[in-house]
């Protein structure tokens, strides 16, 4: 493999990782914004804690129980790209 090759798959290897990372808390705390705002409209309220608070005590409980999941795959991206630096200095 050359070196582009390998810097071109390290990319994409990133952004995907990236792109797992942030769906498994923005896609969950999009629902809930979305619910809360139905529920706003719905009552009539608008205060903006009601819609800050649920979304914060979310990704508190998102970071608790998939936190070693999310390291995990950080830490396999870091290995990885760490382990190729050898290679591509060549």
Known sequence: MTND???FDT???AMSVTGSIS???LVPLLVIGLIIAVFQ???QINEA???FIPKLIFIFFAVLFMGDMLLEQLSELFRYVFG???SIAK
Do not use: N, W, Y
Request: charged share 5%; proline share 6%.
């Open 5 to 7: 090759i390998l810097i």
């Open 11 to 13: 990319i994409k290897m």
């Open 23 to 25: 769906t498994m808390v």
């Open 41 to 43: 409209a719905a009552t």
């Open 49 to 51: 804690s009601l819609s």
């Open 84 to 86: 190729l630096i050898p």
